[in-house]
């Protein structure tokens, strides 16, 4: 059994279940799915977008996240004040699994002839499954592990704002305000009671940002940044640097403070079309294990364009 299920089942076998941190899924590619964390964002490109991301973390590693995003968001009516977002994501990690379906409002207020100010709210539902018969148990006869989790309900909601110019942009978020202990319990054992739930739920805070600079007429230059706190882990930042040449290719690199470096490329196979890929190699200890190949994600975003509010150019951000 490979490392990841051995220390998961150390940690419930002996009862250690107060994660009191509990992160929401991680994204390399986050600046092509920012509806996920800021429902402020929908409706921001001016036109339907349909987004569909998959994560595989830590490959090799038994157990390691994986997880899967689909994502639409748009603005309503043409002068594209309102916008709408559905966002459904499915979390995977040893024996459990999450299921978040969110649905965005976001409404825009122009401040210049250049900048847009959006503020978005987000509500929705989370479903928590445990299967502890996936676990390999030390105590076979441990009653904390009878009964298997089903889809145990929580609602979500969230709130964010969001500012873009056609080469800037900044966001703060919190998707989710409610801090939920899932499976909370009082459970006798051998005479004595304790408390026995699997994760609390903090607040997950965000700030996003990004510029365009365009160097020549083929090729524009992103630097960005994701900053993600809550309390009781590390502050995650991670930082990019993206070009695009030709209006098609993008090429980049990332680095996650402390954590990993990333390599990604995307392209834009039609003005409604685009495929990307990114590749994390981790920078502690666990990526020199020989258990870990890497993380991977692979994106593709499709766009429905009306008349009235084609792209000219296809938005980098």
Same mark, same amino acid.
């Given at each position: 059994?490979?490392?990841? *299920? ?16 509990? *992160? ?43 997880? *899967? ?92 704002? /969001? ?82 040449? /030709? *209006? ?70």
């Amino acid at each position: 059994m490979k490392k990841l *299920q051995i220390i998961v089942t150390i940690l419930l076998s002996f009862g250690f279940y107060n994660i009191q941190a509990q *992160q929401d899924a991680q994204y390399t590619q986050y600046m092509y799915n920012t509806i996920s964390v800021n429902p402020a964002y929908a409706g921001s490109r001016g036109v339907m977008s349909i987004m569909g991301l998959h994560r595989s973390q830590w490959v090799g590693l038994e157990g390691a996240p994986r997880t *899967q995003t689909l994502t639409l968001n748009t603005p309503l009516g043409q002068n594209e004040r309102v916008g709408l977002g559905l966002s459904v994501i499915n979390d995977e990690i040893g024996p459990t699994n999450e299921t978040y379906i969110d649905i965005d409002f976001s409404y825009t207020i122009p401040t210049s002839e250049y900048g847009k100010l959006s503020l978005g709210i987000k509500g929705g539902a989370h479903l928590l499954n445990v299967d502890f018969q996936q676990l390999t148990r030390f105590n076979q006869n441990d009653a904390l592990f009878e009964n298997n989790i089903d889809n145990k309900f929580s609602p979500q909601v969230g709130i964010g704002v /969001y500012y873009h110019t056609d080469k800037f942009y900044f966001g703060l978020s919190a998707p989710n305000l409610l801090e939920t202990d899932h499976f909370d319990e009082s459970t006798t054992i051998s005479g004595s009671e304790s408390t026995s739930f699997l994760a609390e739920e903090r607040i997950n805070y965000y700030m996003i940002a990004g510029h365009v600079f365009n160097l020549s007429d083929d090729l524009k230059f992103k630097p960005a940044v994701l900053t993600k706190l809550v309390s009781g882990a590390p502050l995650q930042v991670d930082v990019s640097a993206n070009f695009l040449l /030709y *209006q098609k290719l993008t090429l980049g690199v990332a680095y996650r403070w402390s954590a990993a470096v990333t390599g990604q490329v995307g392209f834009q196979i039609s003005d409604s079309m685009m495929i990307g890929f990114a590749y994390d190699r981790e920078t502690t200890e666990l990526g020199r294990s020989q258990f870990n190949d890497g993380s991977y994600e692979v994106m593709l975003r499709f766009e429905l364009f009306k008349k009235y509010n084609r792209m000219l150019t296809p938005r980098f951000f």
